[in-house]
Each structure stands twice: as C-alpha cells, then as structure tokens.
C-alpha cells in the first residue's frame, strides 16, 4: 500500500487526533485485532474478537481509529488515538479516499463460472503492458476486499476484481471498495441458492452490477445468456457490450473448433475479423476468451496484440485439466469448484474430446443450492443422459439424484454407481480403466474427498 501519514487519515475521516502525532507514517490497515502489526492504521469495528492486551501493549506506532477512545487510552505512549463518531462510517470513508488516489481503469467481473478464468485470462494479458492488481484465484470474500484495495500504490497501472454473490448486497460491496469503471457479467446459472433463496433473487443480485458501476462506464456482458437477458438495462447510461454467437454481438465468435490443447475460433469484433486461439477445452472458453478481450480492448490495448498474447495464457489449477491416470486412462480434472452451469460445461467437454473413447463422469455433490437441491442434480442427471455417458459415479446421497435422474431417462441401471467412498470407486473402475477411457472428476475442491479421489485416479500429476 502506499505509505500514508495520520494527519491525511484525521482530514480524510473527519476524526480527532487526541494524541500530538500528525507525521506518524501507515504501513498497514487492519479490523481484526490478530492482524496488527507496527505501523498499523487499526478500525476499531471487531468488538466480538479477542484483544491480546500483552501483546498489543508491545506494539508500537499503532493508530487507533474508534469510537471508545477511553478504552484504548494510555495503553501505550506510542500510540495515536483517532477519535470519531462512528467507528464503521469512518472505516468506509477511509476506503473512498484511498480508493480515490487512484486514476486507474478497474474491471470487475462476477458471473456463475468464469469469472475466475475470465480475471486471470485479462491480467494475463494486461501485463505484458501493464503492472496490474488482481484477486488471487478465486478468492473473493468480502474480508479480503480491504487488502486486495490496499495492494493499488504508485506502481499498479490497473486491477481486475472478482466479486461474487455468496448473500444478498454482496456485489455492491464489493463495488463499494474498488469502485470499476468496466463491469463484466460472464453467464447468470444456478448457484448460492442457500441465502439467495430463488433464481429470481439470484439474478437480481447479480444486476446489481450495474449500480455498483453508478449506471454508467462500460458494462460487458454475455448476449446469448437468457438470464442475463432478463436484467433491466433501462436505466444503465453507460456503453453496453455484448460478446457471444448471434449476429447482434459486439464480439461474435464464428467456427468454433477444437483442436490441441484449447480452441480456435473466428472472432468479428466492430466488422473486423481475428483468428483466434484459447487454451483449454469447451466453448464456454471461447466465451471466457471473448469477454476478456473486449476489457482489455477498453482499457486501451490493442485486440490483435491481446489476441496474441491469450495463446500463452495458463489456466488456474483443476479447471478442466488433463492428465493421464490410472491404467493409462484420460483424467479430466474439473474440481475447482462445482455448480449446475459448469457441470453441464464439463460433460459437453467430455463428450466432445472422448474421440470414440469410454466415457465416465464421478459427480460430487453441488453446494449452496437451497430448496432446489435436488432438482438441480436432476438437472444435471438430464445431461448426463443427453451426452450419453457411458458409466456414472456418484458420491453421497443428494448427488445420487444425478443417477436416478438419468436411469429415468433411459441409462442403463448397471453404469449407475452409488458410492460412499474413494475406495469403493478406485474397486468399481480399476478393472474398466484403461487408454480407451477418459474419466470426468466434477466435485469441489471444498469437498474433503476430492484429494483422496485424484489421488486413487490419478497415476500421475503431468498435464498433458
């Protein structure tokens, strides 16, 4: 973070020095108490977690900025005590004025699936220009928003934001830190069901996008998406940009092909045409890919050049990965994370790159789903079906609907397996595995089988 002194901190929050240390320099911002360190501006707002007063005692050059001032005073002659009115209202104007130090273009993307491959795909071809700040992974909680803000300082020339919808308000929150000039919504599926409630709300929290860019700046979206297309765009005064296959899109993907090691595709963008290339299967990557170059065209950089540069790009760990595996078999490592949308992209993936092979899909279950849990693993059973997958593992009883969906429509009862452990999967497959079989591992990486799971399957880590 860029160094700041208390006396821009009292200005800039409209607080009361009540001890005489204007120049006292700010490395740091925390507000939870185990966080601190020397130098640190501390927001006085985590009233439940426990002070180690021996230990903050030993820390020296804090600022303290509360609304309890007597509790923390003559502690520690060291110490700068900030006085204000409201410890959480200050904590936020401290956020838009550091926020407000930076001239920088920000993007920030949310979306059911991509929106991680969709981050790193601009960072990465931002920065053979740009220094550029970015969330790691996929590791956008709210709790981290206030350093990721921080790591902006005289260097950063942009910052690409992943912000989800874990509960309601949390996309303008988000938006409320890192203030993006360029919006991107990758696809609206199913997902976070659990405190959304219903799709509708889901949806709805994901439109709050738009206010979150204060209706206006750029706002990228997915046009052939049909619940993106039921959000009111009425009042958004901004330029929209829409990427997909139909004729009306800004950036429109043609011939879309599979080939070694990811997907070409024809792009038209504003009547001009571009071979392109993407690394990693499915079309959804296509899609990643088109979104990703239509921010970084607005942020000022050239599409041929960005084009060029999304070929060297290398995808985050477990999202659609390959890998020989046990008996010399095809492994599809898709365990990131799991939803109803990347499910089904993940069977289309399989069943396009099998080549006449064996297909086999092991499915965990899907989390956050609420009410309509089990019939969205039925949905999910519905394209197992359609692809038509030759043999189909379950783990658990609520990802066991997936099987009993797709026996319903006709798969055979003898290729559906119900199992309760990775052992019991490595005993039904170790005789059925071999170089004409490519096995799907769709679970999440929270899910504490995953490991153990690849760890039976997989007889070696070399991607292939």
Known sequence: MKTLYVKEIVENIGGTLLTNREEQPIRHVVVYPHLLRRRSLYFDMARRSKINESKWKQLSDLVIVTDRPAYFLGKNPSWSIIEVEHSHRAYWKFIDYYR????????????????????????????????????????????????????????????????????????????????????????????????????ENYILE??????????????????????????????????????????????????????????????????????????????????????????????????????????????????????????????????????????????????EIADGKKTVAVFGRMELLGEQTEQQHALVGEKVARYGIDTLITIDETAAHIGKRAFELGMPLERIYRCKSPRKIFNILKQQLNQQTIVLIKTSMLDSRTKLIKRVLLKERKRR
């Open 100 to 199: 407000s130090l930076w001239e920088i273009p920000v993007i920030g993307v949310t979306g059911t699936c991509g929106k991680t491959t969709v981050k790193e795909m601009i960072a990465h071809i931002l920065s053979k220009s740009y220094r550029v700040q970015s969330t790691y992974k996929s590791k956008n909680a709210l709790d981290r928003n206030l350093q990721y803000l921080l790591g902006f300082d005289e260097r950063t020339d942009a910052a690409v934001m992943e912000m989800g919808v874990a509960r309601p308000n949390d996309l303008l929150k988000s938006c409320r830190y890192f203030k993006p000039q360029i919006g991107i919504i990758t696809t609206i599926g199913t997902d976070h069901l659990e405190h959304c409630k219903t799709q």
């Open 206 to 351: 994901k439109a709050k996008l738009l206010k979150g860019l204060d209706n206006k700046g750029t706002l990228i979206i997915n046009g052939d998406d049909e619940n993106i297309k039921k959000i009111d765009l009425s009042k958004f005064e901004g330029e929209i940009i829409r990427f997909g296959q139909s004729e009306d899109a800004d950036y429109r993907a043609m011939d879309i092909r599979y080939t070694e090691g990811g997907m070409t595709f024809i792009l038209i963008a504003y009547e001009e045409k571009y071979t392109a290339f993407v690394p990693g299967y499915g079309e959804h990557n296509v899609y990643n890919a088109m979104a990703s170059l239509a921010a970084v065209q607005e942020v000022g950089m050239d599409l041929e050049e960005a084009i060029d540069r999304l070929k060297s790009f290398h995808h985050v760990e477990s999202h659609l990965e390959l890998h020989i595996g046990l008996n010399g078999c095809t492994v599809i490592d898709d365990t990131w994370s799991s939803n109803p949308t990347s499910a089904g992209a993940a069977l289309k993936v399989l069943k």
